[in-house]
């Protein structure tokens, strides 16, 4: 069966500090991965998303980034967060080639001060 | 006007009714129709899909499919406090990825 991983759980970052977040899935091979946020009572807003290793695609042209350096690992980068960045971030995951059915992580809660 | 459109509720119902959940979406091109529930802190998990039109049911959830009327609905049969929790629906437009409404919150009243 597939699972997927995100850490960590939660993180309190100052405003100006760099971030990064990962996510990895178990189970499936080159599966599509989407990075979403959720601000607090909104819904999933698509940051990016990503077919295979190294091929990103941005929806949101922010200071936020994205890498696929293995087939099964995605993360999430900032070099200088903002204020407004806090957030829930969700990875998901679908098979490869559908962009359907998608299972998401845990998430990852970030509070940026 | 909003890709996929949701009322934000809450909706409220008492325990053992049934709740019914409404979501509409603006691209006829749209193929495969997804509902998500979601609890307070928690990330979204995947309850049906469907398809075609009409209805498909799983156990006490009943998804209803319109593509006429561009309109999908989530219906909860004996309603549990368990239940409350907030509901995403969502669309594939046949792009990159699924477009998702902003969620229904329900809450099941013992």
């Known amino acids: 069966s597939q699972t997927i991983h995100q850490w960590p759980a939660t993180l309190v970052q100052p405003v100006g500090s760099p971030l990064s977040l990962e996510c990895t899935v178990e189970?499936?091979?080159?599966?599509?991965l989407y990075w979403y946020r959720q601000a607090a009572g909104r819904g999933l807003q698509l940051l990016f998303y990503?077919?295979?290793?190294?091929?990103i695609s941005s929806e949101v042209p922010q200071n936020l980034s994205a890498s696929r350096p293995q087939d099964r690992q995605f993360i999430l980068s900032s070099k200088k967060l903002l204020l407004s960045d806090s957030g829930f971030y969700l990875c998901?995951?679908?098979?490869?080639?559908?962009?359907?059915?998608?299972?998401f992580g845990p998430g990852t809660r970030l509070t940026v001060l | 006007q909003k890709e996929v459109e949701q009322n934000s509720g809450p909706l409220s119902v008492p325990e053992g009714a049934i709740a019914s959940l409404n979501c509409t979406y603006s691209?006829?091109?749209?193929?495969?129709f997804f509902w998500y529930r979601q609890y307070s802190g928690k990330s979204p998990e995947l309850i049906m899909f469907?398809?075609?039109?009409g209805d498909k049911e799983d156990g006490r959830f009943t998804a209803q499919l319109n593509k006429a009327s561009q309109y999908v609905s989530l219906l909860i049969r004996d309603s549990q406090p368990s239940d409350s929790a907030t509901y995403l629906c969502?669309?594939?437009?046949?792009?990159?990825?699924?477009?998702f409404g902003s969620g229904t919150r329900l809450q099941v009243q013992p």
């Open positions: 998901a995951w679908s098979y490869s080639g559908s962009t359907d059915t998608q299972y």
């Open positions: 189970g499936t091979s080159n599966p599509n």
């Open positions: 990503s077919v295979g290793i190294g091929q």
């Open positions: 691209d006829r091109g749209s193929q495969s």
């Open positions: 469907i398809y075609s039109n």
């Open positions: 969502a669309v594939n437009p046949g792009r990159r990825a699924l477009t």
